[in-house]
């Protein structure tokens, strides 16, 4: 059963959803920001059409920066805005920031505590036909591992661009990623997003399915199919992957007695992986998980991709039918 | 280079003796440490001296007054120079010193910033202080404010494509309000820096990039003082103060030995570096008199 404090769309399975890139609810936040914020700035590395980034260019040039191809530059720069008390984005693939400037993340932003926002663009497989190397799939993994870092994985463009707002009012370095392609808008402009608290978008007590990114839609399908089977999955909404939601984790844990997480990144280090390391510490349970299965991906288009790879409701469903029999 | 504010001889005397004492500093913190470098404080504590005693607009006593001049270095590794001379301004007491690279100390090995009072930047990985400079340079001109930033950096470490990149922007950027002094020692970890990677000519690199050169003796301190005068009068550009220094610059056994750049004195070596630089102290004052 859906859970109506969560304001989701009505008629979810009914209808043919809306859709659009999660990356315009990162453009139109900064826009927001821009207004509400004289001190939030924009960087980009030569890609601001494609992050969405030209719309606050466009209303704020004073306050938007080009750095060119040069991510461990931005990256510093950044830093630097942010120790003189300016909330920088540094908007790029998330192939490249922080793929390419894990070190200036680390040293010049985390250790720093600069309150520096990293905006990665075109994350995960479903960037499509640019192939392997433009899919990130180990960003979760590089970030969640720095400490005073917060990292959010938003689900649809409403979640994105409310997570833009909370990170510039959250104090501390932070990245945040989100696909490029159009994904179909679940939630709405009242559904609550408070970072750090994972979100139960349907209640169950049989399994939960623990998911991040537009991928939260694909568990609420799979918690659908099962229904119809006489299984009832709680699905968890972990837009948040650090600090991660434990109370909520062990809970279900606790409560439905066994797990699937999804995600669209590797399966080693990433949402799976940290459920899996707070679990085992607080309340141990059988697992199993959707996620890339320690591969690169190739070109193809988005849902072709999802499809081979595992990343879709089907796929989840097998593994909660597998999941139940170890519990 | 003709002198547009030059210092008064006594000034002059007073700055030498005081980068003569904080080399003693240095030396002592590294015998205390027993780890760390030790060509490139000593061959930097000229510049950190015309800096802080002269340069910079600063204050101890309040030492994040907003308006204040900041300060990056970019190599963090001669942060027992800055830690030396940091102290012997009034930021904290000259007897935190030997806990450098302690455990529970402030004077981390490499620095963190805001660890203690001066301490701007966090810096160890190379070539990343640049970068953070030409941040806190926007930020200044983004509020309006008239303060300037000073990034130091090592020569070697223009070995790494970041500063490159951050050479680019700030050309771009016409960023006059930031100085870089760049530690032209010709040693790194492995070599001098012409055998491990050539670095010349650095000069036309800087200028292909747009910045204002300047070029001085590192260890004169009219030249120092007069090139960051100098650089504050250059409105088209960022400035680049390329300081010739000798790496051990004050102990006749470390200078120009590049085997002195990553390790620090033994006990016996301590000793004769400290009683060479006292006696050099005292010539300096003999010598004013």
């Known amino acids: 059963m859906i859970v109506t404090e969560a304001h989701l769309v009505e008629g979810l399975f009914e209808r043919e959803l809306p859709s659009k890139a999660p990356r315009d609810g990162f453009g139109d936040g900064l826009v927001v920001l821009g207004e509400r914020n004289p001190d939030v700035v924009v960087l980009t590395g030569d890609l601001a059409d494609s992050t969405r980034v030209s719309a606050f260019r466009d209303r704020f040039p004073d306050r938007f920066f080009q750095v060119g191809v040069a991510e461990q530059n931005m990256m510093g720069i950044a830093a630097g805005l942010a120790i003189c008390g300016k909330i920088p984005f540094c908007s790029s693939y998330a192939t490249f920031s922080p793929g390419r400037n894990w070190d200036q993340l680390r040293v010049s932003v985390c250790y720093s505590e600069a309150n520096v926002k990293v905006a990665g663009a075109h994350a995960g497989l479903s960037v499509g036909p640019d192939g392997a190397t433009h899919q990130a799939l180990e960003d979760i993994a590089i970030t969640r591992v720095l400490p005073n870092m917060t990292v959010v994985v938003p689900c649809d463009y409403h979640q994105t661009l409310k997570a833009t707002i909370a990170l510039a009012e959250h104090r501390g370095p932070a990245y945040f990623r989100f696909g490029r392609e159009r994904t179909p808008i679940f939630t709405t402009p009242e559904t609550p997003f408070e970072l750090g608290r994972a979100q139960v978008l349907r209640h169950g007590s049989d399994l939960t399915i623990v998911a991040c990114g537009p991928l939260v839609l694909e568990a609420l399908k799979a918690a659908r199919t099962l229904a119809a089977e006489g299984i009832e999955a709680r699905v968890l909404n972990c837009h948040t992957i650090k600090p991660l939601d434990v109370e909520a984790l062990v809970a279900a844990a606790r409560e439905t007695g066994a797990l699937v997480t999804v995600e669209e990144h590797q399966i080693h280090g990433g949402l799976g992986s940290a459920v899996a390391e707070a679990l085992a510490l607080h309340h141990p349970a059988p697992m199993e998980m959707v996620a890339m299965p320690d591969s690169f991906g190739e070109s193809g288009r988005a849902e072709e991709l999802l499809e081979k790879w595992g990343l879709t409701a089907p796929a989840i469903v097998e593994r909660a039918r597998r999941v139940l029999r170890r519990r | ?289």
Not at chain 2, 238 to 246: A, M, R
């Open chain 2, 1 to 289: 280079m003709a002198s547009l504010l030059t210092l008064s001889d006594s000034e002059e005397v007073r700055l030498a003796e005081t980068a003569t004492r904080i080399r003693e500093h240095v030396v002592e913190m590294l015998l205390a440490a027993g780890s760390g470098h030790s060509a490139g404080p000593l061959g930097m504590a000229d510049v950190f001296t015309a800096l802080y005693f002269s340069i910079l607009n600063i204050d101890p006593a309040d030492p994040w007054k907003p308006d204040r001049d900041r300060v990056v270095l970019s190599n963090g590794h001669i942060c027992p120079v800055w830690y030396a001379t940091l102290a012997e301004r009034g930021y904290f007491p000259v007897s935190l010193l030997p806990t450098l690279r302690q455990l529970g100390s402030p004077l981390q090995g490499h620095t963190h910033i805001r660890s203690a009072p001066g301490v701007e930047n966090t810096s160890g990985p190379l070539g990343q202080g640049l970068s953070q400079g030409v941040g806190m340079a926007l930020a200044a001109s983004l509020d309006g404010a008239g303060w300037r930033t000073h990034v130091l950096l090592s020569d070697a470490e223009h070995q790494e494509g970041q500063i490159w990149e951050a050479a680019m922007f700030a050309g771009k950027h016409r960023l006059h309000n930031l100085t870089a002094w760049v530690d032209r020692n010709n040693i790194q970890i492995d070599g001098y820096t012409e055998d491990v990677m050539p670095l010349e000519p650095l000069r036309a690199k800087y200028e292909a990039f747009n910045w204002y050169v300047i070029e001085i003796d590192g260890h004169n301190f009219k030249a120092i003082v007069d090139a960051a005068r100098h650089a504050e009068a250059i409105y088209e550009r960022p400035t680049v103060v390329i300081c010739h220094t000798i790496p051990g610059r004050g102990v006749d056994f470390m200078e120009r030995d590049y085997r002195w750049h990553g390790v620090p004195p033994d006990r016996e070596q301590a000793r004769r570096a400290v009683q060479e630089l006292r006696s050099l102290r005292g010539r300096i004052a003999s010598e004013a008199e």
